[in-house]
C-alpha cells in the first residue's frame, strides 16, 4: 500500500505545537477559537482508544470543549465561502477567456501552491487567488465572526486543526495576516497532535457527549465537507458554479464522475450550451504527469484541481500514521457518506455564508472580500518558517 507519512513539502520534520497551545489556553488574556478541517473527523479516532462507529464529529467537539478552547467551529463554513469564491473567480474568467491563461487551478493546498512556485512558475498565474479555508477562516475569526460575537479581535488567538504539515507553513506567510489582527491563524495543530493532547488530558470515550459547533459558523454544507477528499473541491465548485450560471440547483450529484482514487481523472461537463472541461489530480507524482502533458499541449483544460497528498487531505501528512497502509480510500468514503445525508448540499445554501455575504462581505469577489479572502501568491515567499 501506499505510504501515508509522505509530506509534499518536503523534509519536515516532526514538529509538537501543544506546548503554545496549553500558554494560550492558560492566557486569561486570550480568547481561544479553534477550526477543525473536514478530513479530521474522519481520522480522529485512529490515534486514541475510541472506537471508529462512537467517533463522531459531535464527539470530536466534546473532546475539544474538554481541552478548553472557548469556541469551536467548522472549517467547513469557510469550505463554502472558498467555493463561492473561487466559483465566482472561474466564471468570471471563463467569460473573459480571452484574458487569462488556462486552465485555472485551484488553490488551497499549500504543497501544490509550493510545488508550482517552484517547478512550474510560469504557472502561478493560473492559480485562483482564493485564500484556503484555513486561511479564509482566520480572516473571518478576526473580523465578522469577532465582530457578531461582540469579542475584541485583539485577544483572538485562532487555532487550526489540519490533516497537514504544509498549513504550518502556509499560516507563517507574511502575506496572511489581512484582517489587520496579527496573523489570520496564530497555531496549526494536525491530527497527531489533537491525538496526542486528547491522551495527555486523560479524555475517555465515555466522558465525550455529542455536542454541536458553536453558533452561527459552525455550519458547513457537504460539498464543503468532500473538500478534505480529491474531486471535492471540483465537485463543490461546480454544484455551485451551475447555479451561479443558470439560476438553479443542478441534482448534487451530476458531477461526482471526478470522485475516486484514481491519480488523474477528467471529465467535460455541459452548463448551459457550454463545455467545461475539468481535470483532477492528487499526488505530486501524478501531477507533473499532469503538468507535462499541459505545457506539451497533449491535453487542454478550463479548470484543475491538485492536492499534493495522494487520494487529497483525508492522506494527509498530518493524519495517524499506519505503516504500509493507505487510508485516504476509506476515510474518503467518510466524508462523501456525510454529503450525501447532508440537508445540505450546495456551498450556496449555506446561511452563515449567505449572511457573511449580506452583512460583511457584499458579494463574492468584493472590494472586502478580495482584500480578506484572496491573496498575491506570486509573491508568497518560499522561506521556510516552521
Ligand atoms: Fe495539506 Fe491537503 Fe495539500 Fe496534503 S492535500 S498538502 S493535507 S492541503
Request: contains cysteine.
Amino acid at each position: 500500500g501506499q505510504c501515508i507519512t509522505h509530506c509534499p513539502v518536503g523534509a519536515l520534520r516532526e514538529r509538537d505545537d501543544i506546548g503554545l497551545l496549553r500558554d494560550a489556553l492558560a492566557d486569561p488574556d486570550k480568547i481561544t477559537m479553534v477550526q477543525i478541517a473536514p478530513a479530521i473527523r474522519t481520522a480522529w479516532a485512529e490515534g486514541i482508544d475510541i472506537s471508529k462507529t462512537e467517533a463522531t464529529t459531535g464527539k470530536l467537539v466534546s473532546a475539544l470543549r474538554r481541552i478548553g478552547f472557548d469556541y469551536i467551529f467548522d472549517t467547513t463554513y469557510t469550505a463554502d465561502l472558498t467555493i463561492m469564491e473561487e466559483g465566482s473567480e472561474f466564471i468570471e474568467r471563463f467569460t473573459h477567456k480571452e484574458d487569462y491563461s488556462w486552465p485555472m487551478f485551484t488553490s488551497c493546498c499549500p504543497g501544490w501552491v509550493r510545488f508550482v512556485k517552484t517547478q512550474y512558475p510560469d504557472y502561478v498565474k493560473n492559480l485562483s487567488t482564493a485564500k484556503s479555508p484555513q486561511q479564509m477562516f482566520g480572516a473571518m475569526a478576526k473580523t465578522f465572526i469577532a465582530q457578531k460575537l461582540g469579542i475584541d479581535a485583539d485577544k483572538i488567538f485562532s487555532v487550526s486543526i489540519m490533516p497537514c504539515l504544509s498549513k504550518k507553513y502556509e499560516h507563517n506567510v507574511d502575506q496572511v495576516d489581512d484582517a489587520g489582527h496579527g496573523k489570520d491563524v496564530d497555531l496549526v495543530l494536525t491530527t497527531r497532535e489533537l491525538d496526542r493532547l486528547i491522551r495527555a488530558d486523560n479524555i475517555q470515550p465515555d466522558d465525550l457527549k455529542e455536542e454541536s459547533f458553536d453558533p452561527i459558523f459552525g455550519e458547513g454544507s457537504g460539498a464543503g465537507v468532500i473538500f478534505g477528499a480529491t474531486g471535492g473541491v471540483m465537485e463543490a465548485a461546480l454544484r455551485s458554479a451551475y447555479f451561479l450560471i443558470t439560476g438553479e440547483n443542478p441534482e448534487p450529484d451530476s458531477f461526482k464522475s471526478v470522485r475516486g482514487m484514481k491519480g488523474w481523472k477528467e471529465a467535460t461537463f455541459e452548463i448551459k450550451g457550454l463545455q467545461v472541461r475539468v481535470a483532477v489530480a492528487s499526488g505530486l507524482g501524478n501531477t507533473r504527469r499532469l503538468m507535462e502533458a499541459i505545457k506539451k499541449g497533449e491535453v487542454q483544460y478550463d479548470f484543475v484541481e491538485i492536492m499534493a497528498c495522494p487520494g487529497g487531505c483525508v492522506g494527509g501528512g498530518g493524519q495517524p500514521v499506519h505503516d504500509g497502509c493507505e487510508y485516504a480510500s476509506p476515510r474518503g468514503e467518510i466524508l462523501y457518506g456525510l454529503d450525501k445525508f447532508s440537508g445540505l448540499r450546495f456551498s450556496h445554501e449555506n446561511t452563515a455564508v449567505q449572511m457573511t455575504y449580506d452583512e460583511f462581505l457584499e458579494k463574492p469577489n468584493s472590494h472586502r472580500a478580495h482584500e480578506l479572502l484572496h491573496t498575491d501568491l506570486e509573491n508568497w515567499d518560499l522561506e521556510m518558517k516552521l
